[in-house]
T-cell receptor, first 114, second 117 residues
Framework: NAGVTQTPKFRILKIGQSMTLQCAQD?????MYWYRQDPGMGLKLIYY???????DKGEVPNGYNVSRSTTEDFPLRLELAAPSQTSVYFC?????????????FGPGTRLTVL | AQKITQTQPGMFVQEKEAVTLDCTYD???????LFWYKQPSSGEMIFLIY??????QNATEGRYSLNFQKARKSANLVISASQLGDSAMYFC??????????????FGKGTMLLVSP
């Protein structure tokens, strides 16, 4: 199992550009999540999905969009990139959603917006 | 109010000594889960240990143990016999059961641990 994979590992964007961060998992997990981690801070939830076709906003959704057409993939779309979106982005998945659900994280994508 | 508070931005410990990383949480739920993750300089998030709110015994995983004091709402991580490879950022996180929707993880700001020889 590859677990949770993310591409690209690094990206530099110019202000106003758009891009899609890819995330895939091969563990057949229904639940998937996108977080951002700003320097010296903890992770903040952007969006999450409880299954194909079902997504919901997290704590910091503005400036992002998601879709979930398959169980495996959960891409994160940035439209009109801004310097405030410079961050490390983590995708995660979990088998269940209860209070004991362990999340498995991808390696992260480091994004810089200049 | 912050749901997860980690008051120690940084901690130093000598190799082979034990260290406690503090975490307090805020919730009105009876059912919740507490997690600790390690983030080394390479950046990945590594799950360390989990404690459920109804668990009567403190969780242990190898050299990691969780000092769970429910009445104080604290879930401190204890690392015994520190190793140089323990140098990393450590995050405390909580999952609650919301009235509607699905439970998600809320993270603290983290504590940087440096282990010296």
């Amino acid at each position: 199992n590859a677990g949770v994979t993310q591409t690209p590992k690094f990206r530099i964007l110019k202000i106003g550009q758009s891009m899609t961060l890819q995330c895939a998992q091969d563990m057949n997990h229904n639940y998937m999540y996108w977080y951002r981690q700003d320097p010296g801070m903890g992770l903040k939830l952007i969006y999450y999905s409880v299954g194909a076709g079902i997504t919901d906003k997290g704590e910091v959704p503005n400036g992002y969009n998601v879709s979930r057409s398959t169980t495996e993939d959960f891409p994160l779309r940035l439209e009109l990139a801004a310097p405030s979106q410079t961050s490390v982005y983590f995708c995660a998945s979990s088998k269940i959603s209860g209070t004991s659900a362990e999340q498995f994280f991808g390696p992260g994508t480091r994004l810089t917006v200049l | 109010a912050q749901k997860i508070t980690q008051t120690q931005p940084g901690m130093f410990v000598q190799e082979k000594e034990a260290v406690t990383l503090d975490c307090t949480y805020d919730t009105s739920d009876q059912s919740y889960g507490l997690f600790w993750y390690k983030q080394p300089s390479s950046g990945e998030m590594i799950f360390l240990i989990y404690q459920g709110s109804y668990d009567e015994q403190n969780a242990t995983e190898g050299r990691y143990s969780l000092n769970f004091q429910k009445a104080r709402k604290s879930a401190n991580l204890v690392i015994s016999a520190s190793q140089l490879g323990d140098s990393a950022m450590y995050f405390c996180a909580m999952r609650e059961r919301p009235p509607s929707g699905y439970s998600t993880l809320t993270f603290g700001k983290g504590t940087m641990l440096l282990v010296s020889p």
